[in-house]
């Protein structure tokens, strides 16, 4: 299962991270007809994000299902937020925030890939919780 396959390539990662990894796919599995490679590749952004940009030692949940005839996936952590100026920009290319910085580029990626699938990628930050959510038709 595409889900677990990508999370469990992270197990080193989390491991040094000392975070704790979360999957949570509704009773049943989620099916759906979607490019599991670009889906891959979206999660693996997200999830490399909550291992880069927040304190050692943060946890994170991975859901999966459905909701309004989409398939809805959301990869949340429980770092120190992001702040409302830069939630407005995170997705441009380039736009980094914070200290732990890399090139940038990863949401910006992550959002032409979904927008590509018809879906939509989004994100939900308030101090102490950051969530990011992939809905893709279903
Ligand atoms: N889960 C998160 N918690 C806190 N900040 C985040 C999180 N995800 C992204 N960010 C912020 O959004 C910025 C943009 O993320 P993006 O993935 O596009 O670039 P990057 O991670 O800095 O570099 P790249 O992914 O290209 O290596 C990051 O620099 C970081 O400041
Ligand atoms: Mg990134």
Redesign the pocket.
Known sequence: MLLRAVTSDFGPALARHESQLELRVAAGGVEAEVDPERVAQILR??I???L???PPGTDMVVTAGRQDGRVRLAVR?F????KRQ?VER??EPF????D?????????I?RELADRMDGRLSVE?VAGR?T?TLELPA
């Open positions: 952004i997200l490399d994000n909550a880069a940009h927040t952590d770092g120190e937020g992001i830069a995170l997705f736009y980094t925030a914070g732990n910085q890399g090139s940038g580029l990863g949401l910006a992550a930050a950051t990011f």
